[in-house]
């Protein structure tokens, strides 16, 4: 596991008309403040890399489809310098991931219909502290 | 229209790979805090209905499937006490609505597939703050 990136197994209320899935409060050890949320849809076998952040801290879930999440340790100085880690989120195994500043991630759809990321972010999007880097620079696992 | 209740056209950014839809920012208008989000699910043709929250401000947006629905101002000395105001939300039609506290709410899951509201509200659920009420005391519009 990479240092700092956080892992949390989310309340789910299933009901006949509907369930309930829980994505993020304010007392969640991941939540670091509030800047913006958004939908990000990636298609069946598409793949979304590299980025990362300088500053945001991300909080992720997937109500629906299945995705591929693969991080890379960018922080020099971090126990877990260049380590890596994979992880498939979906309806089924629904979790939350936190991803702090300055940790490489890409993402991939896994399923024929909707994959949808949520992503619930402390900062306001700014191109300034947003990377990205060649897909080809690392290997999407 | 319902007085308070806020209607937004949120931005959409199209691609091959997957679009990206804005839900809610910390600079929009009906920003009022961050106390929790969640994913509430509507199955195909089933009805959610009545609720209303003494304190909660909801922002709610419908990132996959349409869901029709119906508020009712409960908020007696209201310019629009007693009004109604109904909408269908979906990915196609995607606008965020902003519920203030004592505006009666249902919905309805329109498509066979997947139907999901995202909330975030400014507080953190409490059974005591929201209050439910039978599905025949209004009509389901």
Redesign the interface.
Known sequence: MIEGLILTKLKTFPS????????????DEG?VG??????????YK???AWKFHKNMTLNL?V??GAIRFNFIDLREGSATYKDRFEITLSKENYQRITVPPMILFGFK?LEK????I?N?ADI?HDDEECVNIDIDKYEFK
Request: hydrophobic fraction near 35%.
């Open positions: 006949e008309k509907g369930s309930v899935y829980q994505s993020l409060s304010v007392d939540y509030f800047g913006e949320s958004y939908f990000s849809f990636i298609e598409a793949i979304k879930t109500p629906i759809g219909g909707s994959n949808i949520s619930i306001i």
